[in-house]
């Protein structure tokens, strides 16, 4: 009975010291009823959180594990095609900021667009829940890029208001769509040889500055105009852009062919403010240097006075308007305008010259005694004969000599008498004249005097026709050209 009591005791002590020592695990040891233990191992805590993203979402996987698994293993020094790849080219032109004729360039907003396939970033398989991605400008840093630059520009940025304009997009086929906002600066081929009813060309080459076109084939796109107006018209102070048009040549360099993209916009000048401000005031010019012609040709002062005021004006208008202009060697239409306009006015003041000679010299003989000329030769009185009918009304008429320029004529002698019968007409004998053998200088045949009245009369008539008949010629020339 004391062994059977002591071995009770000890088997209680034992069961409580377990007890203590190993308490009870009610969820892990004791599971619920119908639950199912776990045989598997635990996962790592981020493939946990990728697992549980993607319960977030469905079954579409996001864009930032798409993005990841793109990047990951993504080389951006290796093209995408063993083979070459396509670049395709778009332009939309936002505006034209200025047109400069001294630096001979243009400046203009423009967004240019490429597209390329890139099997590395294709999706399509991962269940996007996107049709595409539109990406942060930093990714482009991270994946494959042409390299397009602007090949003759003088300057060019990305524009940074407030951040880099710069749109990426990327297609579940892997086509990488990328958009850029440029402002450059490009040349312009200048003639103003119409000028100002001139049209300027100027052009942008794009190309890629590190793939020839076996790595990478640039081309304008096909499915639309590769170069777009956003605007209906671009209207400029002095310019209007009357077209524009795109082209692809293939330009040899020492490492290879590469495909060059060229735009060319033509732009038409403005030329109503050069009307109004060299052609209007040159008509008023040239019609006040012909009023001189009616103020006679004894107002000597107030003619010259105003043909030189004209003279000045028109250089001074000249020289205004070519200050803006560069300098070059050629003729300009504004140049055979002005020269020929200046023509006119010194024309004017010749002319006033010629009636001040002319004038000079009539009144120097009109003051000085009168001379007889020392071409006149007097002559020894020589008598003449000749026959008149008795029944001329005159009575006789002097005919015998041949030489008409008698001045003096003097009758001597008459024989005979007119006697008149009814039915029969006699003859008188012979009558004889005495003239004088002075020659009259008067009577002989000379040009057409020129007067200084004369003179400007002409003048009147013909300034005005000349210089509507080259308005006539420069307009109907300059204009179809420009044209």
């Known amino acids: 009975m004391c062994s059977r009591f002591v071995f009770l005791c000890t088997a209680a002590i034992a069961v409580a010291s377990h007890s203590a020592t190993n308490p009870p695990k009610h ?25 549980q993203e993607q319960e977030d979402v469905g079954v579409c996987t996001s864009d930032k594990l798409i993005i990841e698994r793109l990047i990951d293993n993504y080389k951006s020094f290796k093209t995408p095609s063993e083979t070459g790849v396509i670049v395709w ?3 939309w032109v936002q505006e034209v900021n200025s047109v400069n004729e001294i630096t001979s360039d243009f400046d203009m907003d423009i967004y240019v667009t490429e597209l390329w396939l890139d099997h590395a970033l294709r999706y399509e398989h991962m269940s996007p829940c996107k049709y595409n991605l539109s990406l942060n400008y930093e990714i482009l840093d991270q994946i494959w890029k042409p390299n397009t630059v602007f090949i003759n520009s003088k300057a060019a940025h990305i524009h940074k208001s407030p951040f880099k ?19 450059v600066k490009g040349p312009c081929s200048m003639d103003f040889s119409a000028f100002p009813m001139d049209r300027q060309t100027c052009h942008l080459t794009l190309e890629s500055f590190s793939y020839n076109n076996q790595e990478v084939n ?15 018209e671009i209207v400029l102070p ?13 330009q040899v360099y020492p490492a290879g062919v590469w495909n060059e993209l060229t735009m060319n916009f033509v732009f038409s000048r403005r030329y109503g403010w050069y009307i109004f401000q060299a052609y209007i005031p040159t008509y008023l010019t040239i019609f006040i240097s012909w009023i001189s012609f009616c103020l006679g040709p004894k107002m ?9 005021n004209s003279l000045l004006a028109l250089t001074f208008q000249f020289g205004n308007i070519m200050r803006n202009l560069p300098r070059v060697s050629y003729v300009k239409a504004l140049d055979v305008w002005m020269l020929v306009c200046l023509t006119f006015v010194f024309s004017s003041l010749l002319e006033l010259a010629i009636i001040g000679a002319i004038g000079a010299k009539m009144e120097t003989k009109a003051s000085g005694p009168p001379q007889r000329s020392r071409s006149s030769s007097c002559t020894s009185p020589r008598i003449c004969r000749n026959h008149v009918q008795s029944n001329s009304p005159h009575g006789f008429r002097s005919y015998g000599t041949t030489d008409p320029r008698m001045r003096r004529k003097m009758l001597l002698t008459t024989a005979g008498s007119i006697s008149r019968t009814s039915g029969d007409i006699t003859q008188t004998p012979e009558k004889m004249l005495l003239l004088d053998g002075c020659e009259d200088k008067s009577l002989v045949r000379s040009p057409r005097n020129w007067t200084t009245d004369r003179i400007d009369r002409m003048s009147m008539v013909a300034f005005p026709g000349l210089f509507t008949v080259f308005n006539i010629i420069y307009w109907s020339y300059y204009l179809n050209l420009s044209d």
């Open 218 to 232: 640039m081309q304008w796109v096909n499915w639309t105009e590769g170069l777009t107006l956003l605007k209906k």
């Open 238 to 250: 002095d310019f209007v852009l009357t077209n524009y048009s795109t082209s692809i040549e293939q």
């Open 89 to 91: 080219i778009e332009v």
């Open 300 to 308: 000597i002062p107030a003619r010259t006075m105003l043909g030189v």
């Open 165 to 183: 304009n710069v749109f990426l997009m990327v297609y579940p086929n892997g086509t990488v769509w990328v958009n850029y906002r440029v402002q």
């Open 27 to 51: 969820n892990s040891s004791f599971p619920k009823k119908g639950a199912v233990p776990s045989l598997t191992t635990p996962k790592p805590v981020t493939q946990v959180a990728k697992l």
